[in-house]
Structures are given as C-alpha cells and as structure tokens.
C-alpha cells in the first residue's frame, strides 16, 4: 500500500489545532486572549505575560536537536524584538512527541549547550552562530533561556484527542452532558471554528 506524503503534515496541523483547544479550554482566566497563528502556532496574551507556543509533532521520528532548532532560533529573533522595549514578561515553549531519543535534550541545559546545539547552524559550507548574528550579549541569552520551556514529552495525537473529548469538554462546558455529546457535537464544533480562526488572512477577523 502507497504511503500518503502529506499524512505526517496534515496530522501535524491537527494535533496543532488539538492542542489549541486544550490551551483554552484548561485556561481558568476569562481575560486571556489567544492567537492562532500569530507568533507561534498558539500565542497566549495573559495579562502582562505572553507566551507563545509551538507544536511539533513526530510520532514515527526519533528526536535530534535540528528538529526544534529552526523553532528556537525564530523564538530567539522574536525576544531580539522585545529587548529594546524592556518586556520581560514573555514565555517560550515547545510542546513536542517524539518516537524517541528525548533524552537527548538535557533538563535543564546551560547557555553553551544552547548555543551550539540549538542557536548554531551550517549552510553553504559557512557556520552560522545566530546570537552573533543577532547581537546579543550572555546576559540577554541567559534572560533568553530562562524563559524557554521544551516538553518532547507531550502527549500522542489519540491521546490529547480523547483528553479533549472524554474529560476537558465534559468538564468544562455544563451544557456538554455525555461523551457522546462531546464526540459528536462539540469537539466538531470547537475544531471548526479553530480552523476557520487559522485560515484568515487578518488576525483580529474571526468568526462570529
């Protein structure tokens, strides 16, 4: 049987858009406002924090450090753009599946590890250190990376389905009476309109 090319892709925007739906759903703060496919794949503006968050999804590939680096490196050059106006108040985060070969990442890695496993790169034959690139001092790394957050340990595709439709819609929405309801009815609905949200060309025009 013929492999389907995009079936990785197509499965990756969906457990994306899953992943979403937990975002606000677990969100117990009614001031929160969230951006799909704003700086990150899901940005969550909470009051004077902002975080903002990117999925990977690779249940048949073994992790190594290119498979997050290019997230890294556009979350870092984002942070460049807030230095100047002093906001500290910011998160990153990386919510990734992997087959395996998590234990490549260590916990809690220090600002070397950082800079040559996920802030460096080779193209052309030409070494490429992007914190140089970027001008910035240890100090700014080190704010950098303290405000980095990488789970490889997130949940399977089925896995953070069922999670949505057998306890977070049940729990969280009183008129959701049954998992069948959530099934049928509600987890269709709230994947419609993170969708329909995802595609438009303005950020600010969402559906009614």
Do not use: W
């Amino acid at each position: 049987m013929t492999k389907r090319s995009a079936n990785e892709s197509i499965k990756g925007y969906s457990y994306q858009f899953d992943h979403t739906i937990v975002q606000i759903l677990e969100c117990n703060n009614p001031e929160t406002e969230f951006v799909i496919e704003g700086i990150e794949d899901v940005d969550v503006l909470k009051g004077n924090l902002s975080t903002f968050v990117q999925c990977k999804y690779y249940e048949g590939t073994d992790y190594n450090h290119s498979k997050i680096k290019p997230a890294v490196i556009s979350m870092l050059k984002h942070f460049r753009t807030l230095i100047n106006g002093g906001n500290s108040s910011v998160q990153y985060k990386i919510y990734g599946h992997f087959k395996e070969g998590q234990e490549k990442l260590p916990n809690d890695f220090n600002l070397d590890f950082l800079k040559r496993s996920l802030l460096t790169y080779v193209k052309d034959g030409t070494t490429h250190k992007v914190y140089n690139q970027l001008g910035l001092t240890d100090i700014q790394l080190e704010q950098f990376n303290s405000s980095l957050d990488i789970d490889l340990y997130a949940r399977t595709y089925d896995e953070q389905r069922a999670y949505i439709i057998n306890n977070l819609l049940l729990h969280k929405i009183p008129s959701c009476m049954n998992r069948e309801d959530s099934q049928l009815f509600f987890y269709p609905s709230a994947a419609t309109v993170i969708q329909a949200i995802a595609i438009r060309k303005n950020i600010g025009n969402c559906p009614a």
